[in-house]
């Protein structure tokens, strides 16, 4: 009778995140993930996809089809739906708390503090998405019989460069505020923060989001901000993850075309759990106000 081999490890491979589906890079280029797992596990625990600029264009194209749907969603449909993701992140909190340790990218009880401020964010922007017409547009006086309504409109695409630091926190508190006004995005996450933004999308795929509106790549920074910078699909940036060379680049390289940015001083993860890292205006800052008039009285 033959003799019983030990089970064999089976070797996570986190893949991009891009349409609705998870597929591998383009390249076919993968990394392992080695010495960063805290439980004691040697060599190559999981593989990662690093994405290329090629998969970045790719992002951007679909995040730029699925944006018209997205935009045109209620703000109560969008509410739902940010709610859902917030609703189905709760539910796999114990999974997220272990990976933010695992990678040590926080402490057990700065992990479980970590993911319950997530979900909790996500909430808070979620109350935001039927609100900000009310809230940021407004009615305006005018000589003449006409009514006259100016209300927040979504740019587009937005490119994002979350915070390594608190990895997850980061991730929601840059996202959700794009999502608000009917924003799509392209989310580009260094290597090390892969695995936790990779399982994030999971989340995502589970939450009703319109396919193509999130998207989510692993990549070599100073390979993609080039392509992030000069690609004239891409509205806007959120950049919360950038040094003096990046945005110096991102904004040269940007000069030639029409692109909103915001850029965020570096900060603690203490600050990102704090009520200054939501903010309205973060809303405010990736939409256009549109004006219309109406004859009065026909």
Known sequence: MAKETPDAPIHKTY???????????????????????????????????????????????????????????????????????????????????DLLCDYRLATPAQAKQEVSLSAQRLLWYAGWCDKLSQVSGSVNTVNGPYFDFSFPEAQGVVAILPPEKPCLLGLVSTLAPVLVPGNSAVVVSSIETG??????????????????????????????????????????????????????????????????????????????KGPEAQDLTWIETFCELKTAWHPMGY
């Open 195 to 272: 695995p936790l933004v990779l399982t994030f999308a999971e989340v995502l795929a589970t939450s009703d989001v319109p396919a193509g509106v999130i998207n989510l790549i692993t990549a070599d920074r100073e390979e993609v901000i080039p392509t992030l910078a000069s690609h004239r699909e891409i509205n806007a940036n959120f950049l919360a993850c950038a040094g003096e060379v990046d945005l110096t680049e991102m904004r040269t390289q940007a000069a030639d075309h029409v692109k909103r940015s915001l850029d965020l001083p570096s900060h603690g993860q203490a600050w990102w």
């Open 15 to 97: 893949k991009l995140f891009i349409g609705g589906a998870f597929p591998r890079s383009e390249s076919g280029r993968t990394l392992p993930i080695e010495g960063r797992a805290a439980k004691g596990r040697k060599g190559c625990v999981a593989q990662i996809c690093r994405g290329s600029r090629k998969d970045l264009r790719n992002a951007v194209d679909i995040a730029r089809g699925a944006q018209p749907g997205w935009h045109k969603a209620t703000g109560l449909l969008r509410g739902q739906i940010l709610y859902r993701i917030a609703e189905m992140l709760a539910a796999r909190s114990g999974e997220f708390e």
